[in-house]
């Protein structure tokens, strides 16, 4: 366990520096832009998608369900507009009190307390919102509420493609950004260098089999608290098995997967907190680093 603590408490040091920065915020960037042009152009498609797939489920579930996504949309809206308000009413002070260094973790800092604020207020006011949004749909026409839940269905398409993206991305730069922790802080080993291409295909093949599995699973979603156990299971899966390949790949000479699945409980536990950020904006774009670097120094822990 304290090699556990040990790893994650490092995973969250190095995701505050600005060369991880770099790397989080450039991909986190250029990935919404990418999904957000291709949504776009594809939305009124998606909308069609989402809604033909609405019509084979019970209209009673529809609404039940969309009242529990309308209710986390606002949370996610209400901790976005949150974070843009401090910034606009404190901005001027923020930036004289606040050093260049420390300002893009500070903003990250502000995000968290945000969310954080907004699920208190949501642990102890959620039942009510919800049922404000059930009473809602029960008064809109059933094409409203089904144009509504599509329109939420597919921003859940392309936040999730994000998602993948992400963890694709943070394998690619697997190597110069463990490359980078290894000069900094296990200067005595070297990074393993010679399976980059495994890696990337190591990768392409656990998102083939996560999107497989999502599609499985997709009729879940619709099942209020069922849809988020089987969202934090497929993404649990995604960067467990990804993540800690490549930390192995970087650590080892010959990967061995048996062996990585022995060590189970301490990459289960560092991968199940790094899919906690892909629950808030913008942070999401920090975890699979955050899980890479963790998973990195657990396997060095070990291995010493």
């Known amino acids: 366990m304290k090699n556990i603590m040990n790893a994650m408490i490092f995973g969250f040091k190095e995701i505050l520096t600005w060369n991880t920065m770099k790397y989080a915020l450039l991909s986190g960037f250029l990935v919404s832009v990418v999904w957000g042009f291709i949504g776009y152009l594809l939305w009124d498609h998606m909308i069609a998608l989402s809604s033909a797939i609405i019509e084979f489920v019970p209209f009673s579930m529809v609404r039940s369900n969309g009242a529990w996504m309308l209710s986390t949309f606002l949370w996610f809206q209400l901790v976005i ?90 394998s690619v730069f697997s190597k110069p950004l463990m490359s980078s922790v290894e000069k900094r802080h296990f200067k005595e080993d070297d990074v393993v260098r010679d399976h980059t291409f495994k890696i990337v295909g190591y990768t392409l093949k656990d998102s083939a089999l996560y999107l497989i599995a999502s599609l499985i699973a997709f009729p879940l979603l619709f099942i209020p608290v069922i849809n988020i156990l089987v969202q934090t299971v497929l993404w649990n899966y995604l960067v467990k098995d990804t993540m800690s390949y490549d930390a192995a790949a970087l650590v080892y000479e010959e990967v061995d997967t048996k062996e990585i699945k022995g060590k189970w409980k301490g990459l289960g536990t560092i991968s199940f907190v790094s899919i906690l950020f892909n629950f808030v904006p913008i942070l999401n774009f920090f975890g699979p680093f955050f899980g890479e670097i963790s998973m990195f120094h657990y396997l060095k822990s070990i291995k010493k």
């Open 81 to 170: 507009i949150t974070f843009a308000l401090i910034f606009a009413f404190f901005g001027n002070f923020i930036l004289r009190t606040v050093s260049k260094e420390k300002y893009t973790s500070f903003s990250i800092w502000v995000i968290l307390g945000s969310a954080v604020f907004w699920s208190v207020v949501w642990f102890f006011k959620g039942e009510y919102f919800y049922h404000q949004f059930l009473q809602l749909l029960t008064w809109l026409p059933f094409e409203t509420v089904e144009k509504g839940i599509a329109f939420l269905i597919a921003f859940y398409f392309i936040y999730n493609a994000i998602v993948v993206s992400m963890i694709f991305l943070a």
